[in-house]
């Protein structure tokens, strides 16, 4: 299974940008799907999760700002970001975790997409 992510881009503080990122490979299911980012010089952090029933995590950091929503259909996550602030500057990754078909055996997967550049100018 392999995630692909876009999205990310540069953007002035007050404004809004959309993350993609989707799945495709040999999936059974995929359950728990998530943005994470890294500033530099920090650790990764959870920015939000959504399972697959539609519950949905954020971090205090980013409530009323950004919103995780998923199209199980098309196996794909977004992140929409409003009112970005230059702290919101990061490489934003995408998780995910399910099962998937591995020679006709239906094995667990957790993998993370290539990351994307979410820069935010004062």
């Known amino acids: 299974v392999q995630l692909q992510a876009s999205g990310g881009g540069l953007v002035q503080a007050g404004g809004s940008l959309r993350l993609s990122c989707a799945a495709s490979g040999m999936i059974f299911s995929v359950n728990t799907m998530g943005w994470y980012r890294q500033a530099p010089g920090k650790q990764r952090e959870l920015v939000a999760t959504?399972?697959?029933?539609?519950?949905?995590t954020y971090a205090d950091s980013v409530k009323g700002r950004f919103t995780i929503s998923r199209d199980n259909t098309k196996n794909t996550v977004y992140l929409q970001m409003n009112s970005l602030k230059p702290e919101d500057t990061a490489v934003y990754y995408c998780n995910a975790e399910g099962k998937q078909y591995v020679a006709s055996i239906i094995n667990r997967f957790n993998v993370w997409g290539q990351g994307t550049l979410v820069t935010v100018s004062s």
């Open positions: 959504i399972t697959s029933g539609g519950t949905t």
